[in-house]
Every structure is written in C-alpha cells, then in structure tokens.
C-alpha cells in the first residue's frame, strides 16, 4: 500500500554535515597563485631602457631595402652613420692619450719633456702613418665604389638593349601578322582562301585563280534536300473555305464525286 498521498509525518530538517566529501570542478580551483616577473631576455624595463630602438628600426629597414635590391640585382647599400661613430671612437682614444701624456709631464718636467719630445715626433709619426692607412683606405674605398657603379652601370645598359631588343623583334612580329591578316583577310584580295581552296607555298594569293567552288563534304548523300518541294502553282488566297487548296486535296484523296452526284466514301 502506496503511502504518497499521506502529507510528511516527520518533516525532513536540515542537519550539520561534519567530515563530508566535497567535489570541485577544475575550472574553479585556483590556477595561478604566484605573480611572475620578466626573466633575462623578455624585454624588460632595464634592457628596453638600454637598447637604441631607433638604431634598430633603422637597421631593419636598411636589412629590408637590401633583400629587394638584392633580388632586383643591385649592390647592397652603405651603412649610415657607422663611419661617424668609428670617427667618434678615434677622437675620444686620442683625447684619452694627450690628457694621460699631460699627467705624465706634470710629475716629471725633464724627462717628460724630453718623453713629450718624442712622444711628439712619435705622434706625429703616428699621426702621420694613421693619416697615410686612412688615406690608403680611402682611396680603397673609392676605387671599390668606383668599381662597384661601373659594372652597376654596365648591368644597367646590358639589361637596356636586352629590352629594347625584345621590343624591336616583338614590334617586327606583330606587323608582319598584321600584314599577313591584311592580305589574307580581304576575300576580294585572297580569292583562293575566299573559295575555300589549298593555297600552295609560294603562290600569291593576290593574283585572280579559278572561280571553281570546292564541294562540300555533304553533297553525296542520298536523304539531302529531301523536304524541299517545288510548288508548280503559286498559292493564293480564297476567302472561301470550299475553294481552298486544302479543301480541294481533302476531297480529291478522300471523297470522290461520281457523274450521278453520288458521294462515294473512300476507306
């Protein structure tokens, strides 16, 4: 016996679960629970602050422009600015050197007099031999570069005639099948390609030939022309449908009147 239609005698009421298992879902745990700082290498502040983003833009693109001139068959370009800072160097190296020969001859008046002589001479010797290698390099780099925009320009005026070569032969080309179409093209001026004919090598097409139709390749069949009648009467109209041609056929092949006026019915 089925106790549902019974109301609750005992009302279930709420109790205090203690030492109960609990079920999470992944996606509500805690994932990450300690903050993380740049390492070495992932572009923190300090070495953003350190790089020359600039100098690096400008590198890029030089690096960019490169690859396309190097793939259109030119020299690569300078690099800007890479003189000037070897120049820089150079200066502050011997701004460095006079200021230490200057301490040296404070301390010791006569022998650095005389150190300061030579270092002098010696100076100037190295002044004069550095002078003389970057002149020499100078020159190295001018007859390179001289070098280097002769055979650009040789290249230049190779790929030039190369062009206007290919123009000329394709511009002779196209007049010579625009007067080919011309000649040929005019069935008044080629009658033999008008007619349908095998123009030999060598003919002149131009010239008046036979006038001899060439026959097509259904003129020898047996069923051709077969629905075409000629008509020994022309047709006229009649308004009366007893005169008509139809009507004069109709009763010629089907009905037959006799001398006795007899309508004799044909099967």
Request: hydrophobic letters at 35%.
């Amino acid at each position: 016996m089925s106790t549902a239609h019974r109301p609750t005698w005992d009302p279930a009421q709420a109790k205090d679960v203690k030492g109960g298992s609990r079920q999470f879902s992944v996606r509500d745990m805690a994932m990450h629970t300690k903050l993380k700082f740049r390492q070495v290498g992932q572009t923190s502040v300090a070495e953003v602050k350190q790089r020359d983003l600039r100098a690096e833009l400008a590198a890029a693109e030089l690096e960019a422009k490169n690859k396309k001139r190097k793939a259109e068959g030119l020299p690569p370009l300078a690099v800007e600015g890479a003189p000037a800072a070897d120049e820089e160097a150079n200066k502050r190296r011997k701004l460095l050197q006079e200021s230490l020969n200057l301490d040296k001859d404070d301390d010791d008046e006569d022998e650095g007099s005389r150190a300061a002589e030579d270092k002098g001479k010696g100076k100037d010797k190295d002044a004069d031999d550095s002078d003389s290698d970057s002149d020499s390099d100078d020159d190295d780099d001018d007859d390179e570069t001289a070098e280097l925009l002769r055979e650009l320009e040789k290249i230049k005026r190779e790929r030039a005639e190369e062009k206007a070569r290919i123009e000329r032969e394709q511009s002779a080309s196209d007049a010579a099948s625009r007067e080919a179409e011309i000649a040929t093209g005019n069935p008044l001026l080629n009658l033999a390609a008008a007619l349908g004919q095998q123009v030999p090598t060598g003919v002149n097409t131009t010239v008046p030939g036979t006038f001899a139709v060439k026959k097509r390749w259904d003129d020898d069949l047996i069923f051709k022309n077969q629905a075409v009648s000629t008509k020994d009467k022309p047709a006229h109209f009649v308004n009366d449908l007893l005169r008509t041609e139809f009507h004069k056929k109709f009763m010629a092949k089907f009905i037959k009147v006799s001398s006795l006026s007899q309508f004799c019915v044909l099967n």
